[in-house]
């Protein structure tokens, strides 16, 4: 399937008894491209939108940095409410989707849903729609269908569009279109939008047909590519590396021989398996893999920032320069979140948190690009 921003024609008419909207006020919202606290318009509204499996509120830091108001959000893990409350001051509204009430649900003007990844993730055993998290889209187009936003905008792993050889992805597509939406879809690389990491995920943007847009599009790139450097959170050793790690940067530096390291040393740690061009070893990024250790360098955007590293420290990238594992500061500059963004949860809960969460700068583009929509659909009207 081609994966560039595609509209989806309509294949059948809706399966749904469609209401009539009313669009009086539907376009009234306010729109700024500004991180400045957004100045209210004549109507004196805010542009309103719903965040499910909102994670830690990465929809929510992106919209809400353009004027929009979240009214409504829901997430399964109970550590994520601990953050997300440290953040917003208020819990979520629902726990698990399937227990919404979908005649209860809000309208909103945007509805957002970064749905579960791993039954599409290549890292997972990409069981699309046979793995219950994969379903969970479903009951989000049940909750759609009923409440009727004017706008989806679902996030999910690129893979999504290839699992099941893109029939899954397809079928998704059919049924937002059956229940009323034109979908717009394509893949976006974090790394293009100010992030130093190279993070590909796609974003599908649907709007409620009766609003009459027919053409979307997704701006590719914000901002020039940026290397890891500058956003290193210098001499915070807070996540220290054990003593192997130490004998595994030394022989990988070539400051010691294999003969030399007292501890039977893995085979897929015995040398570097890839390592940059023109990486500097002792001021890299060592990337722990299954399949061996990658020298990154520092000076361009760091591979994907993976779940996997969660599991008590040890697949925390290492620093070579200063010794030590990536802090927490940097993981939350990895993913576009900003420095004073509280994790007041254990280490492992948040690496885990930013791992699964969506960038926020990439949000932030997406909902410019849909209010600018929005506002010109307006102006034709």
Known sequence: ????????????????????????????????????PP????????????????????????????????????????????????????????????????????????????????????????????????????KIAEIIEISRPNVVFLENVPNLVAVDKGQTFKAMLKHLDAIGYDAYYDILDSAEFGVPQARKRVYVVAFLKSLGIKEFSFTKKTSKRVGFRDFIESEDRSIPISDKWHSYIDLYTGKIGLDEIGFDVPKTRRKLERADANVTLDDCVFQMRSSGIRAVSIDKPLPTFAVSISGGGAMIPVYSKERRHLNLMEMKRLMGFPDNFEMPVSRTHAIKQLANAVCPPVIKSIGLDILRTLKEHSISQ
């Open 1 to 36: 399937m081609d994966i560039k921003t595609k509209r989806i024609p309509l294949l059948k008419p809706s399966v749904a008894t469609i209401k009539q909207e009313n669009l009086q006020g539907v376009l009234e919202f306010e729109f700024t491209d500004s991180t400045e």
């Open 39 to 138: 100045q209210n318009n004549i109507h004196n509204q805010k542009i309103t939108f719903s965040d499910i499996c909102a994670g830690i509120g990465g929809f929510r830091v992106g919209l809400e940095s353009i004027g929009g108001k979240c009214i409504y959000s829901c997430e399964i893990e109970p550590e994520c409410e601990t953050t997300y409350q440290a953040n917003y001051g208020e819990k979520f509204n629902a726990h698990d989707v399937h227990n919404i009430v979908s005649e209860e649900f809000p309208h909103v003007d945007i509805l957002c849903g970064g749905f579960p990844c791993q039954p599409f993730s290549i890292a997972g055993k990409r069981d699309g729609f046979n793995d219950k998290r994969g379903n969970v889209f479903f």
